[in-house]
């Protein structure tokens, strides 16, 4: 089966940066999948990593390392609007070339 | 843009009721996705559809079932409500179904079995 591990709740201050960090353990490793979903909402599509190293967009970069099962999605100068739950998903052959979702992690930003 | 709509944001059905909820897709897209999302659980695949009358069990098909006539349709069915199928419900669709295509979710369909 399919393993992904990310932390349940963050909290960080309006303009500082956050990192979440993933952990899985799956084989057949094809991607992984970054998603924003504020609360009550849909989730959206935020990254997509499938080769080492960094993808930056804006505010938001994310980071994998393949031979870790390790990724990353940091979140800079953050804004009151960044409050949400962020999800990391992996897709893989061993899960029958679908995605399978973390629980997801919840960032609180305070003022 | 594309847009994912759900037929209900709120249901709340009595056991042993057939409820139906329903998901359309505008943007042509060959895959559709059903989940279901639970606190500290994620989000679970139930069915997913790659094509018009095809579907394919998730992880978590028990309980359900799933209908598919039209391209932009996808329905979820309890064929008889039970209180552990209290959830929020999304849909989602993807154009091809790779493992670098991104998945666009409806806004979700909080469901209530009492």
């Known amino acids: 089966g399919q393993n992904i591990d990310q932390p349940t709740e963050m909290t960080a201050t309006e303009g500082a940066i956050v990192q979440i960090n993933c952990t899985y353990q799956?084989?057949?490793?094809?991607?992984l999948f970054w998603y924003q979903q504020h609360a009550g909402e849909a989730p959206t599509f935020l990254s997509y990593?499938?080769?080492?190293g960094l993808e930056e967009k804006g505010r938001f970069s994310s980071f994998l390392s393949r031979s870790k099962g390790y990724s990353y999605l940091l979140l800079k100068e953050l804004q009151m609007k960044d409050s949400a739950s962020y999800l990391c998903a992996v897709w893989a052959k061993a899960a029958g070339n679908k995605l399978t979702f973390g629980g997801g992690t919840r960032v609180l930003v305070k003022p | 843009d594309v847009k994912v709509t759900q037929s209900s944001r709120y249901l709340v059905k009595r056991t042993g009721e057939k409820v139906f909820l329903e998901c359309v897709q505008d943007m042509d897209h060959e895959n559709m996705f059903w989940y279901r999302q639970d606190p500290g659980l994620g989000l679970r695949l139930i069915y997913f559809?790659?094509?018009?009358?095809?579907?394919e069990k998730g992880d978590i098909p028990e309980g359900y079932s799933v209908s598919r006539e039209k391209k932009e349709r996808f329905s979820l069915i309890l064929e008889s409500a039970s209180t552990n199928q209290t959830s929020m419900y999304l849909c989602?669709?993807?154009?091809?179904?790779?493992?670098?295509?991104?998945?666009?979710f409806g806004p979700g369909t909080r469901l209530t079995v009492t």
């Open positions: 559809s790659y094509d018009v009358k095809m579907k």
């Open positions: 799956t084989s057949g490793f094809n991607g």
């Open positions: 990593n499938v080769l080492d």
């Open positions: 989602a669709s993807s154009l091809y179904g790779g493992s670098d295509d991104e998945q666009y």
